[in-house]
């Protein structure tokens, strides 16, 4: 085993890491007794240590102030969901006029989809990507299906070539060339869930915009873990969980991006609802819909304040931390465990156990399609302290998150595999 093997030389790399100290900002769940090393950010962030407190204030408000906490609140809640713009548009590239949290991440691409997917007798074509998380793909199906349309005549899933897990950019680019006026909408993982895979989302958009279509991106597994700009690459929606990379809690409150040259327009249909109307006039309950001329305006309900106040603890650590530092710290965290799996694949005990399937477009994340044993190997991890996650049927996904992930996390990882043998 080379130098890089060593809890040595983990330790000299966290000693280095000027953003070490953010992992004592998080609660991390321990196992067997002691810390866990938890690389399942990909799935659930861990909680701020601040959470509790945060959420706590609202409920003190509530019970204090009752319905009075809408305007006298220390947040006020009428107002509640305006302070995540900001920092929302900072993670996504956007303005802040075109982001707004709200709802859950599959009803916001329902909701997005509704007033960017207009099929026509001649356009009404949906690209996405083989293996996009289920919940993408049943809503494709189901917006195909409302239009009166069968999903096999409508989808265009882009699959990996022979032998590969990942897919080839240019495939997706040939794709939509090909299918040209009777593309209606692209819809794609901009981080691919199961792979890990990074998609250029400028080249996609460029394209689909090219042949006349709308460019929509799932964004669960790209924000707070890779470096967006939607509005400088013009994608015209986008859709996120925050209970990933952003650490808002299980099931916490979701948020969209729509592009200004849509939200500003009056005529870019939307669903109404009274807290998309226009705020001077919103309490006037008048009949007839005034949108907001921003994102805000596809909102249909109040702010749900609890989790937003799960959600706000989360991203003050990501303004203080900067997603620049952040993303530059992932990719050497993700760089230094990928170099020790590939000396792990290099021993006797585990030549031919597992192959990594995500390529070097990546973010934080590593897939671990194993040819044999994987579920006993993740079985195994996690009875030493191990917390990943299992896909089935083969494959095991990692994620350092470079919040609250060290470089002595990636070792512990490859030094307790290591020692797997059935």
Known sequence: MSQDFTSETALALDQQDELRAFRSRFLIPPLQG????????????????????????????WAKLGVEGHVH????????????????????????????????????????MISFYRPTAQRYRIICEEKAFPSDSYALQSQALLHGLQPADVIHEIKPRVGQAHLEEEDILEAIRAEGDALALVMIGGVNYYTGQVFDMERITRETHAVGAIAGFDLAHAIGNIELNLHAWNVDFAAWCSYKYLNSGPGSVAGIYIHEKHASNPDTFRLAGWWGHDKASRFKMEPEFVPIPTAESWQMSNAPVLSMAALKASLDIFDEAGMDRLVAKSRKLTAYLHKLLEELQQMPLHQGLF?????????????????????????????HGVIADWREPDVIRIAPAPLYNSYTDAFQFAHILSQFNV
């Not at 866990?36 to 408000?61: F, H, M, R, W």
């Not at 548009?89 to 075109?98: D, F, Q, S």
């Not at 590593?366 to 993740?378: E, M, Y």
Request: aromatic share 8%; net charge positive.
């Open 73 to 112: 609140g220390r947040r006020p809640w009428l107002s509640y969901h305006e302070q995540f713009a900001a920092p929302l548009a900072r993670l996504t590239g956007a303005l802040p006029e075109e982001v707004v949290a709200m709802n859950g991440l599959t009803v916001n691409l329902h909701i997005l």
């Open 34 to 61: 002691k810390e866990s090393v938890y690389l399942c950010g990909n799935s659930l962030g861990l909680q701020p240590k601040t959470t509790a407190a945060s959420i706590q204030q609202e409920l003190d408000d």
């Open 355 to 383: 192959s990594i399937i995500t390529p070097k477009q990546r973010g934080c994340q590593l897939s671990l399609l194993f040819h044999r044993d994987g579920k006993k190997a993740f079985d195994y991890l996690f009875a």
